[in-house]
């Protein structure tokens, strides 16, 4: 068991950053793979970055490749995203999520793998 909690979010202008953190309790970070996730009302929920255990192999979405870095410090237990060059839609409720088990390359991208999530942190982007 492992409990998540997002912090981060807020109201940014077109171009703009934020660095979204995931902080863990309960377990050890580095026996997960991990994921951000984000949706916006009516849609399902969208990959966005993942990775893995020990933070030597990433993924990331088509639509922020290049703009958005994940990273890890399993020592503090936490999980980052860094969002540079923002967009409008880029707007929606960030999710950070945990793997315990999975094969990083067969599930990173799909949220149904996932086995534990935050409560979701709300990143605004106004144009």
């Known amino acids: 068991q492992v409990q998540l909690v997002e912090s981060g979010g807020g109201l940014v202008q077109t171009g703009g950053s934020l660095r979204l953190s995931c902080a863990a309790s309960g377990r050890t970070l580095s026996l997960y793979n991990m994921g951000w996730f984000r949706q916006v009302p009516g849609k399902e929920r969208e990959f966005v970055a993942a990775?893995?255990?020990?933070?030597?192999?990433?993924r990331y979405a088509d639509s922020v490749k290049d703009r958005f870095t994940i990273s890890r410090d399993n020592a503090k237990n936490t999980v980052y995203l860094q969002m540079n060059s923002l967009k409008f839609e880029d707007g929606a409720v960030y999710y950070c999520?945990?793997?315990?088990?999975?094969?990083?390359?067969?599930?990173?991208?799909?949220?149904?793998?996932?086995?534990?999530w935050g409560q979701g942190t709300q990143v605004t982007v106004s144009s």
């Open positions: 999520a945990a793997d315990l088990g999975g094969i990083f390359k067969k599930i990173a991208t799909m949220p149904h793998s996932y086995d534990f």
């Open positions: 990775i893995s255990r020990s933070g030597d192999t990433t």
